[in-house]
């Protein structure tokens, strides 16, 4: 099975799918920005900023999910970049840096929220696997390296909402959850009940971090025990 199969199952596109949904009902100033997206893989979700005319800079850390995005979306340009290392001076300065499924698959992700943030002249948008709790924890994973879907370096993380709340406020003025989550298993709306967990043990979160404030009723200054769809 070549690389680009991982990304083509029905659970993969199918979850793509939910998570664009929700961040095209955000209201988000997106269109017409720079944007540089990190872990692309194959680039299923490129085409979301090209098509909002938007001028993306694809990265990810393997060259070969790379060069499957540059077939299907010329448009946008790509670096090779394992993003738990400091960026090169060719990665560009963005408006929005778009972190979708990539934090859990890194081992430190104090260092990796530290470069994004680093890159980011507007606005981070980042999607994430986290554990319930209300403790700042990181919580490190074993994830298997020959998937091109996992860690480069064999290890994850699963923070809990807390801790990602706290290190992006250190590294933004205003951060915001979402008053929504994507309509899929994966994304609890009960942040009390564990139970809420899907049979993949998965649990996912959205948060935006702002340079400057965003007066938007889909955002939450607070970080909400229960959201809405």
């Given amino acids: ?12 596109q199918r979850h793509n799918q939910r998570r664009q949904e929700h961040l095209a009902s955000l209201g988000l100033p997106i269109a017409g920005k720079t944007v540089l997206e990190v872990g692309s ?6 085409s979301f ?9 694809s990265t990810d850390g393997r060259q070969e999910l ?9 448009q946008a340009a790509t670096i090779l970049w394992n993003v738990e290392l400091p960026p090169s001076e060719f990665i560009p300065k963005s408006q929005i840096v778009y ?3 990539i934090l859990y698959h890194t081992r ?3 260092s990796v929220l530290e ?7 507007e606005m981070l948008l980042l999607e994430t696997c986290v554990s319930f709790g209300d403790e700042e924890l990181v919580n490190l994973t074993s994830e298997t390296i020959g998937d091109p879907t996992q860690a480069l370096q064999g290890t994850g993380c699963r923070p809990t909402r ?3 709340f706290k290190s992006l406020k250190n590294l933004f003025p205003f951060v915001y959850l979402t008053r929504t989550q994507p309509w899929h298993e994966e994304f609890p709306v009960d942040w009390t009940n564990p139970a809420e967990k899907n049979e993949a043990g998965l649990s996912r979160s959205v948060f935006v971090a702002s340079r400057t404030q965003l007066c938007n009723p889909n955002l939450s200054t607070e970080l909400l025990n229960y959201q809405g769809r």
């Fill in 41 to 46: 893989g194959i680039g299923d979700h490129t």
């Fill in 115 to 121: 470069n994004l943030a680093s890159l980011c002249t």
């Fill in 49 to 57: 900023f090209i098509d909002r005319k938007c001028k993306v800079t």
């Fill in 66 to 74: 790379l060069g499957i995005l540059q077939e299907r979306h010329p």
């Fill in 108 to 110: 430190n992700p104090q």
């Fill in 99 to 101: 972190a979708y499924g």
């Fill in 162 to 164: 807390p801790w990602i």
């Fill in 1 to 12: 099975m070549d690389s680009s199969q991982n990304f083509l199952t029905p659970y993969y």
